[in-house]
């Protein structure tokens, strides 16, 4: 399988696919990496009286639902922060995820809980998610851990979010362009944020990293930052 658009890597001695949809994606085990979902947050800011979108929650369940047709997907591992608040624990963000969890009753789910999933507390037990600390090991992917903080692990390649990596490319004419990337160094992996509205880390990458930027409906050769 050749994913459109990706950039294939070998990542702690597994493959791995880096998607336009800002994903990992594990073939051997049919598993689609994801960070920082944050659903409820838009919900969140429209309660404290800012006006902000209506329907994110709705377009991160259809942009994942694609996802897991596209590929088949049989397990989808969550980097962390999959709701924002508790302000998430609300019907109106519950419902739609409780309706796309019944359309993939034999898709396996593990969240890592991150810094805001702590805060929220965990989803609903009818949600099927099982739910696990950090680091997890992968299981059908030795070598390969899940975490939401970003971190060294020896001996193990790390999967992560949290930060929302962007990546700054410059043009002629002194055009910039601010973008979502992947962000690797070492025998870590960075993921860019999932959410629709979750926004970007305007700090640049650390020197040393190599940076996959996410546009235009493809992800582009690493860039290496110094």
Known sequence: MTP???????FGGQ??????QGVAWHPPSRTVFLADLHLGKAAAFRARGLPVPVGTTSDNLRRLDALVH?????????????LHSAHAQQAGVLDPLRQW?????????VLVRGNHDRHA?????????????????VTDAA???????PQQIA???????????????????????RLPCFCRSGDLLV??????????????????????AVGGGRVWPGVSIR
């Open 121 to 137: 507390g965990d989803p609903p037990a009818d949600l099927g998610l099982n739910v696990v600390d950090e680091p997890w090991p």
């Open 101 to 109: 969890r019944a359309a993939h009753p034999a898709l396996a789910c």
């Open 191 to 212: 993921l860019p944020a999932f959410g629709a509205f979750t926004g970007g880390n305007p700090l640049p990458p650390p020197a040393g990293s190599t940076c996959y």
């Open 15 to 20: 493959p791995l696919w880096l998607l336009p």
């Open 4 to 10: 459109a658009d990706g950039q294939a890597i070998v």
């Open 155 to 177: 001996g193990q390649a790390v999967l992560a979010g949290h930060l929302h990596p962007m990546v700054t490319l410059s043009g002629p004419g002194r055009d910039r362009q």
């Open 143 to 149: 070598g390969l851990v899940a975490c939401h903080h």
């Open 70 to 82: 596209e590929h088949a997907a049989a397990r989808i591992v969550l980097l962390g922060d999959l």
